[in-house]
């Protein structure tokens, strides 16, 4: 059971540039994330995902672009890439929400760790 | 908007002190509450969650207490070991369901 899995989990880029990160899950959850997380800054919401079809940003979109057209996998693309997007991005899922029914336990992937030169 | 503090942010103990790390939320309005560790270079993996019905969950060595009135968590180690070396993160839900992280606290156990 692999759980969730990200590729690239390593990828250096130069400005202006753009690339795709892909977030796979095989626990058939509704509910996806993507965060990237910083020295001093902690874990932040780029954009999330509430069932196949649906996306809506997060604490910090912009720069950033997701789809989710499979319920498995969820993209981040990134269409022209900054400097400041350097950082290491985690992808999370969950069956439920944590507001609805259920635990919503948070389940995450190891991180794709992204420098842009 | 939600907040959550974690002090402090670095601590070292002895091998087999028990230990307990702390965790403020600015909302009380929180539907859950998640404890969870992060290995250098590595992703999170849940320990335990708190629903907001609940007072506390335990696994193994490990129990979580929520106070949603007081807007704090603590996650209680007992007899701690160095494989528990980590950074330990707490994140609790807003009011539009979306998760909110604290920036957690560095453990270290000394041998």
């Known amino acids: 059971n692999a759980g969730v899995t990200q590729t690239p989990k390593f990828r250096v880029l130069k400005t202006g540039q753009s690339m795709t990160l892909l977030c796979a899950q095989d626990?058939?959850?509704?509910?996806m994330y993507w965060y990237r997380q910083d020295p001093g800054m902690g874990l932040r919401l780029i954009h999330y995902s509430v069932g196949e079809g649906t996306t809506a940003k997060g604490e910090v979109p912009d720069g950033y672009n997701v789809s989710r057209l499979k319920k498995q996998n969820f993209l981040l693309g990134l269409e022209s890439a900054a400097p400041s997007q350097t950082s290491v991005y985690f992808c999370a899922s969950s069956y439920y929400p944590w507001g609805g029914i259920g635990t919503g336990e948070l389940f995450f992937g190891e991180g794709s760790r992204l420098t842009v030169l | 908007k939600q907040e959550v503090t974690q002090i402090p942010a670095a601590l070292s103990v002895p091998e087999g002190e028990n230990l307990v790390l702390n965790c403020s939320f600015t909302d009380s309005a929180i539907y859950n509450l998640q404890w969870f560790r992060q290995d250098p270079g590595k992703g999170l993996t849940s320990l335990l969650l708190i629903q907001s019905s609940q007072r506390e969950q335990t696994s193994g060595r490990l129990n979580a207490s929520l106070d949603k009135s007081s807007g704090r968590s603590t996650l209680y180690i007992a007899a701690s070991q160095p494989g528990d070396s980590a950074t330990y993160l707490c994140a609790v839900s807003d009011r539009d369901d979306k998760i909110i992280f604290g920036k957690g606290t560095r453990l270290h156990i000394l041998p």
């Open positions: 626990m058939n959850h509704e509910y």
